[in-house]
Nanobody, 121 residues
Framework: QVQLVESGGGLVQPGGSLRLSCATSGFTFSSAAMSWYRQAPGKERELVARITRAGGGGTNYADSVKGRFTISRDNAQNTMYLQMNSLKPEDTAVYYC?????????????WGQGIQVTVSA
């Protein structure tokens, strides 16, 4: 079955950096559109960054993270990354990995369990 497992979160000071990873299995990773979402306490889940399938590899970002975050994918390792630089307290949230694709002629959307990122002095 489709599995997404996030890692790399934790506590970091303002201005610091973290790199999130999303290890995947159970589907054709190179054919899936992959995204990072986040949800802060009391707020709705929001899109942080998205990267399209391997062929195009186009990306888009939330305005709040442009220039600070970089999404990437390693199709050989079936893994997606989010490099987060110049972190701010308002980046504190649970970050979720998301995959959207087609497997055996059936479309799917799958989520990881989420990982906490806390930006605080």
């Amino acid at each position: 079955q489709v599995q997404l497992v996030e890692s790399g979160g934790g506590l970091v000071q303002p201005g610091g950096s973290l790199r999130l990873s999303c290890a995947t299995s159970g589907f054709t990773f190179s054919s899936a559109a992959m995204s990072w979402y986040r949800q802060a306490p009391g707020k709705e889940r929001e899109l942080v960054a998205r990267i399209t399938r391997a062929g195009g590899g186009g990306t888009n970002y939330a305005d709040s993270v442009k220039g600070r975050f970089t999404i990437s994918r390693d199709n050989a390792q079936n893994t997606m990354y989010l490099q987060m630089n110049s972190l701010k307290p308002e980046d504190t949230a649970v970050y979720y990995c998301n995959a959207v694709g087609v497997e055996r002629l059936r479309s799917f959307t799958s989520w990881g369990q989420g990982i906490q990122v806390t930006v605080s002095a």
